[in-house]
């Protein structure tokens, strides 16, 4: 894997929102809405949301017990620090094409369980949010890959 090459580690989602999303290992992402059974879909920039490993690593090093969906992130991935990647980036997630429309988002109130926990929380500066512009299916050991279409 390069720098544009990833792995998808976790498909998440949650039923309700304000709930911690987990893992379901496949989901299909539809065309300008998100992953069909996930709380957050919607017509809207903010559809799926992605983190890397490495994010979840330097929370793990601060301290916190954490493990995929614990950020609300949609997808996790390795190989890519997501975090790096410009706004209008485009991403081929299994079969689904996404574009990257936001990086960062303020957290809650007095922050997450887990910045209460650690004092700091990875998502606001490091999670990214795209819009699905093509739908398919994602699951586990899919490759994400940067594309310029």
């Given at each position: 894997?390069?720098?544009?090459?990833?792995?998808?580690?976790?498909?998440?989602?949650?039923?309700?929102?304000?709930?911690?999303?987990?893992?379901v290992g496949e989901a299909y992402l539809k065309a300008n809405y998100g992953i069909e059974i996930d709380a957050h879909a919607g017509d809207w920039h903010r559809q799926v949301s992605l983190l890397s490993l490495s994010s979840f690593e330097k929370m793990r090093n601060l301290g916190?017990?954490?493990?995929?969906?614990?950020?609300?992130?949609n997808i996790t991935?390795?190989?890519i620090d997501v975090c790096t990647l410009p706004i209008g980036t485009r991403l081929k997630v299994g079969?689904?094409?996404m574009e990257v429309?936001?990086?960062?988002?303020?957290?809650?109130?007095?922050?997450?369980?887990?910045?209460?926990?650690?004092?700091?929380?990875?998502?606001?500066?490091?999670g990214i949010f795209t819009r699905v512009l093509q739908g398919g299916m994602v699951k586990i050991g899919d490759t994400v890959k940067v594309v310029n279409e």
């Open positions: 894997m390069s720098a544009t090459e990833a792995k998808v580690l976790a498909v998440n989602i949650s039923e309700k929102r304000g709930e911690k999303k987990h893992d916190a017990d954490v493990f995929y969906g614990d950020f609300a992130e991935v390795d190989g079969e689904t094409l429309t936001q990086i960062g988002k303020e957290c809650h109130n007095k922050g997450c369980a887990i910045k209460q926990q650690v004092g700091t929380c990875v998502m606001p500066t490091e």
